[in-house]
């Protein structure tokens, strides 16, 4: 495994192999890899020649009052892991890298990014989709891969790929999750123990809405109370939504017909997690 | 030559082209040919294997009271004078194929588009980026075609390829003028034959700009007066703007030390022309 830190190598690199015919996956990543990532750099392997995996906390994509100081970081271990996991180049570079002097250019995708996350976090998707654009250019993979965990952002960036015309293919990868359902997140470390014991409550509420859907609920609105007092159950936890959405527009809908997002954002005092579920009729 | 009317198609033919190792020039152009994008074909001609030429009028950059509707074309003509002049494929795609339903994404390049004629033309330049970017895409041009006269659009392409990391190179090809100095413009075809007769101060005015800097004269503000007493000789003429500002940043500059942009747009009747030279002490 090698690790690059210059678009210009990276290029270099991509280039060389593309004349090959290798195929590149690319798994853009913030780094502080858990379980969730492997199984990610897994399928990119099995399906490329050549893997890539950008390490690349992204300023533009952190509000003001976010925590793009404090996000974990250990770049020794993540490269141990992704050498372990068969990553053939990490890629590294740093912000003034990414954003020179004078850097002036943003990509922002509108109308899905008005809800959900999007409502919350001002310029979030139009720095996610930025960043992502500018990784596709560097990396020129012939496929990315994203996972469901962060669904607005997979649907921020499969329209972009449509809208733009870009090259390359999204495959996105389910979600892994902890022992007790625990969707895994770099962010969980931040969680202390009374905390982390409660968390669950977020994957058992998507489940206490799964299994009102089998029973016959239709309304979006009653399906959202009754995820916002499962939730509720876990004292530590605050929600900043709890949504029934259209899968593709992430617009409000009325009621469930053929199946629908439910998303979550719930804040256990600093730390925002996030979780989500299609649910299915 | 071949006209390809779908994004499909077109990738389809760049990628067999790019398998058997041909270079790509692109020149992007929104139709009604005349000797000034003939004289971009020639150099994209003679650099690369094959030269794409594009013809589409981009609604999206266009603001509600500008000429959209009424905009020159003449597809028929367009196509005889590319084929004589050895363009390998025009792509001519529909509105609907360029921007299909739920189409949401724009790329937008920040500060340089305040000055001039963004100042003037809201949205114009996130049009022109995002056309722009999906043209890169879709054709995936080793080098791509612009013509100086419309210097501010030269540089958000310039500013956008080095922010978004695209791989391709920008040419930039020197104005082509009429034989009394008037820049070539597909809207020249609006003007009376007074206001055509008048027209021609745009482009004196330029001269007598490089004239009073060879006589020492530095002060951008007395330029630029200078340069709009020039022009209101012709009665026809309402100056929109007559600017000096940095090459670069497109920022007003107070004096002209090495070198500055001048740039003008001057309506005639509805009818609206711009130019611009380089003042070079």
Sequence with gaps: MIVISTVYDLKKYVIDKRIKGATIGLFPTMGYLHEGHI???????????VTIMSIFVNPTQFGPNEDFDKYPRDFANDCKLAEN???DVVFAPNVTEMYPNNYNTYVDVQNITQFLCGARREGHFKGVATVVCKLFNICMPHRAYFCQKDYQQVQVVKRMVLDLNMNLDIVVCPTIRESDGLAMSSRNVYLSSDERAQAVVLSQSLMVAQKLVDAGERSAKVLAMKVEQEIKKATLANIEYAEIVDCELLNRIESVDTKALLALAVKFGNTRLIDNSILEV
Aim: hydrophobic share 35%; net charge negative.
């Design 39 to 49: 199984s990610l750099i897994n399928r990119s392997v099995e399906e490329n020649d």
């Design 85 to 87: 996991a068969e990553v």
